[in-house]
């Protein structure tokens, strides 16, 4: 076997292993979402249920709140892709075409605050909820994503790869800034629009802190913090656990699926010039 087939023996070999192994976890969470509570503490572990039940998932959308906080989290995520994507796209655009006196300064400290960590601002931003009174209202996990640095990064990059052709032309026949940027550099970014509609919806599906810091209100929680309460002190029922975790995982694996063709386009593009 020469030297260039071995290689690309190991080559696909250890894709298939990183492959298993990112795999094991969803297929450990799969089965115990088909195992009984008993099942799930049996010696020696079985990887295959033998008696697989579908219970665990009526079960558990008959826990009290399970159902609301599905729809909060879809709320919430709608909501804040959207706030996200007009806000973001609009401050990309000022950063990549828009001539103005500290522009390259003022974005240098935008991009430095993504040093700070999130868990920093929670109390100021919950002063701020307060004074603004959207405390325990799900308006506190919306209002949050207006500032998203990386969603600004990313389409700012990908903005700028765009020829100053595309806005002098129609400049000349009158159009104004928004007109250009509505109809012109909006549907030229759509890969990356799409893309960071993904991300946004994923990571605001999956918050459990900020949520945890600020909602009280039992009919207001989202999809992890009534997750997160299946933990119990004494016994977790990881069976409703992971059935949980699989149905939460849906949503984000439809839309995943609906925009794969922008997806890779959207990231490579993103990273283009600097």
Not at 180 to 193: A, E, T, Y
Not at 253 to 266: E, R
């Amino acid at each position: 076997m020469s030297r260039k087939a071995v290689s690309g023996v190991l080559y696909h070999l250890t894709a298939v292993l990183l492959s298993a192994v990112t795999l094991l976890p969803f297929f450990w969470m799969l089965s115990t979402s088909l195992k009984d509570y008993g099942a799930i503490m049996a010696l020696p572990i079985q990887w295959i249920p033998k008696n697989p039940t579908f219970h665990n998932f009526t079960d558990l959308f008959q826990k009290e709140g399970m159902t609301v906080s599905m729809l909060n989290s879809l709320v919430v995520s709608i909501s804040s892709v959207t706030v996200t994507i007009i806000s973001s796209a609009m401050a990309a655009f000022a950063f990549a075409k828009l001539e103005f006196k500290g522009k390259e300064v003022i974005f240098l400290v935008y991009l430095a605050t993504m040093m700070i960590p999130s868990q920093v601002l929670f109390i100021p931003l919950y002063l701020l909820m307060g004074e603004l009174k959207l405390v325990d209202s799900l308006g506190a996990l919306v209002l949050p994503s207006v500032f998203k640095v990386f969603a600004v990064f990313m389409l700012r990059q990908r903005m700028m790869t765009i020829p100053n052709v595309y806005l002098e032309a129609p400049a000349i026949d009158g159009a104004g800034v928004f007109t250009v940027f509505l109809r012109i550099i909006c549907p030229m970014c759509k890969s990356s629009l799409a893309t960071l509609a993904v991300i946004c919806f994923m990571d605001s599906w999956n918050d459990y802190l900020l949520p945890l810091v600020m909602l009280t209100t039992k009919t207001k929680f989202t999809l992890p913090i009534i997750l997160s309460s299946l933990n119990g002190q004494y016994k977790s029922e990881y069976n409703l656990l992971m059935a949980g975790a699989l149905v939460s995982m849906l949503p984000i694996l439809l839309i995943y699926a609906l925009a794969q063709k922008y997806f890779a386009a959207g990231l490579q593009v993103g990273g283009v010039k600097g």
